[in-house]
């Protein structure tokens, strides 16, 4: 399994991916707003690869491998993300999504309230706001819909988003340490 922002998956890599025997694949997608998916991931034309690698999968082998999409709940999509459910669902290439819930970004020094910085606060999802979407894609999972967390993670959001303090680790992020991304 690989997670990916998709943006150096372009025809040649998606063939050496697949020669690889890679089984499962994740996509990030925040957004099917092009322009809005891109600024949150910090890259232009990141949302065309996406797409273009679900292609690439589904064009140029018999066996693709599974694809799965990844999307974080923020305060600047998350108006979108019923929408990118109904997506995934309809989509029969790609076989499930699954929400995170927007945390401190790893480059900035920790900081329990990091959601109220002036850099950040667009991050922050509105609890209300939030807790009616997440009310709506528990709905929306109990119909069947290919969301793969379950209805009590997703209520455990609702809970994140309006009150933070309260799942404030204590211990620091294993990122460097256990575990590690390659950009």
Known sequence: TMTTNGFLIDKEMAGRVIDSGLDTLGLSLDSLKEERHDLLRG??????????????????TSVPPQ??????????????????AEWVNINKRV???????????????????WHTDEQCK????????????????IELK??????NNSAAQLKAFKAYF????????KTKCNLGFNSFTVL
């Open 95 to 113: 076989n499930f999504i699954y929400f995170q819930a927007v945390m401190q970004p790893f480059a900035m020094p920790e900081d329990d309230n």
């Open 67 to 84: 694809i799965f999409i990844t999307s974080i709940i923020m305060g600047i999509n998350a108006c979108d993300l019923v929408e990118l």
């Open 162 to 169: 309006k009150n933070p303090r309260q799942f404030i680790k």
């Open 122 to 137: 667009f991050l922050w999802p509105d609890a209300d706001k939030a807790s009616c979407i997440l009310d709506q894609l």
């Open 43 to 60: 890259v232009k034309g990141v949302y065309k690869r996406i797409m273009e690698t679900i292609n690439y999968f589904d064009k140029y």
């Open 142 to 147: 109990k119909i069947g819909y290919k969301i």
